[in-house]
């Protein structure tokens, strides 16, 4: 199967030539089925050009339903057993597809709501002004253990934990894709950050990315962005052509962002391997960060407190009269030179964990 390629057809039909769980995230923006009416008009008497498309007509919900039930039937089995699916929706359709989505098994994460900063208002003024869409975040199941990059998201978040709540624009300016007559290429191109924020959060470089409605190739070109793989589907060539040229002109870029650095672990190190290396020292003092409080370092890496022998875990739980604590972030040994230039000031014993990953650990 060619990675990074668009096929033309329809999206069930050619969901069904896939293996088996053969993608690690699925994006699915499909029909919203607004049912459209008349000629909408700009405060100003010009008309607005809203969803309109033949993709976006059905007879009845009864034939709406069938067809998302299909096609989101056929992503959960191409999806992989630990893998997540994001489906893009609005107040039309998304509560309908919610339903199927949980009778199919999907798991429900997330719903992440994108507030849009700047919506087209409402120019009859007789609703509130429509300003959300909601993405359903699935897992395959419940028992799939599922990518999260929940420290690059943090990052990218500016130190706080990122809300399910999304505040991005409208594709407006250079972002929105255009004809050769300078009229809007697609009526719901997705804005790039949206992906962005998708494809960060819940794959690794090199992750293989389905997207079912591909339409101007936001999926596309994000995932090559990233340093991801996408397969599309798209049953209107034109806007294939409009995909992909959009994608050629993508420079992958790799960072700590899209290698989401922030979330590999560092390699596990004991008490035992930092006494091994000198970076503590066997019969020596660790104290609690007061330095009232000590106990002795055997050579094994556990310590001696009173008549107690355990890790640094346990024995810090015990003087707490906690059940268990964070050994690393309790003890302190005397290490840094105080004014009389002798070891009495106290170093973190974590932190001279860090030392020996960046010296010790290639």
């Keep these: 199967m060619k990675k990074n390629q668009i096929v033309l057809g329809d999206c069930i039909e050619e969901l069904k030539k896939f293996p088996d769980e053969t993608f690690e995230m699925i994006f699915a923006d499909p029909p919203y089925f607004m049912q459209t009416e008349g000629v909408l008009l700009r405060t100003e008497g010009t008309p607005f050009k809203g969803v309109d498309d033949d993709w976006d007509k059905f007879k009845d919900y009864e034939e709406y339903d069938l067809f998302c039930n299909n096609w989101l039937k056929e992503c959960k089995r191409v999806l992989k057993k630990d893998g997540t699916i994001f489906v893009i929706g609005a107040f039309q359709n998304i509560y309908r597809i919610g339903y199927l989505m949980q009778n199919l098994g999907f798991w429900v994460l997330n719903d992440i709501i994108w507030s849009k900063t700047n919506p087209a208002p409402n120019f009859k003024g007789t609703r509130f002004t429509n300003a959300t869409e909601t993405m359903l975040w699935c897992s395959k199941s419940d028992k799939s253990k599922y990518t999260f990059n929940y420290k ?10 990122m809300k399910s709540v999304w505040n991005i624009g409208l594709c407006i300016g250079d972002e929105r894709i255009k ?46 962005l990233l340093g991801r793989n996408y397969i599309g589907i798209e049953r209107e060539t034109n806007y294939i052509k409009i995909a992909n040229d959009r994608i050629a002109k993508v420079n992958p870029i790799i960072d700590d962002y899209s290698l989401n650095s922030f979330d590999i672990k560092p390699p596990r190190v004991s008490v035992e391997e930092l006494v091994k290396t000198n970076y503590l020292k066997s019969g020596e003092l660790l104290f609690d960060k007061s330095g009232t409080i000590s106990a002795v370092l055997n050579k094994d890496g556990k310590l001696t407190y009173n008549d107690e ?31 009389n230039n002798l070891f009495d000031n106290l170093i973190s014993i974590d932190e001279l964990r860090e030392q020996y990953r960046k010296k010790e650990i290639k």
């Design 309 to 339: 022998i355990g890790s640094i875990h346990r024995i810090s739980a015990l003087i707490l009269n906690l059940t268990n604590n964070n050994g690393w972030e309790y003890w302190y040994v005397k290490r840094e030179l105080n004014s």
């Design 179 to 224: 004809d050769e007559n300078g009229i809007k290429a697609h009526n719901t191109q997705k804005p790039q950050k949206l992906l962005y924020n998708c494809i960060i959060s819940s794959t690794k470089i090199g992750d293989l990315i389905l997207d079912p409605f591909m339409g101007s190739g936001t999926t596309g070109a994000v995932a090559k």
């Design 152 to 161: 690059t998201m943090k990052e990218l978040n500016g130190g706080k934990q």
